[in-house]
């Protein structure tokens, strides 16, 4: 559980340092999409768009019953996931 965790924070970090100066978003979806399938029990990657201007990364996986189920809304049952919160960079 913990290697899944640390992959997840790892998968989350990257996305969000590919498309905080706003690359091209869906390039840096799609290759963090298929590394996520690869690296984590049925691994998915979602990032939302909140109205307050912040952005949330969310790495998801699936988890045994015991672990601490996911709280954000997207995300299917007996799924754990890293979510992280980032603001999107302006270029001067």
């Not at 691994?43 to 601490?68: L, N, Q």
């Not at 995300?75 to 980032?86: D, E, G, N």
Request: glycine letters at 4%; aromatic letters at 4%; charged letters at 25%.
């Amino acid at each position: 559980m913990a290697l899944a965790h640390e992959r997840a924070a790892l998968i989350a970090d990257s996305v969000v340092e590919g498309i905080r100066s706003d690359a091209d978003r869906a390039e840096v979806l799609s290759q963090w999409r298929t590394r996520a399938a690869a690296m984590l029990p049925s691994g998915a990657i979602d990032v939302t768009d909140r109205a307050d201007g912040m952005r949330v990364a969310t790495v998801i996986w699936r988890a045994d019953d015991s672990a601490e189920p996911c709280p954000e809304p997207q995300t299917l049952p007996h799924s754990v996931c890293i979510a992280v919160a980032f603001a999107r960079c302006r270029r001067l």
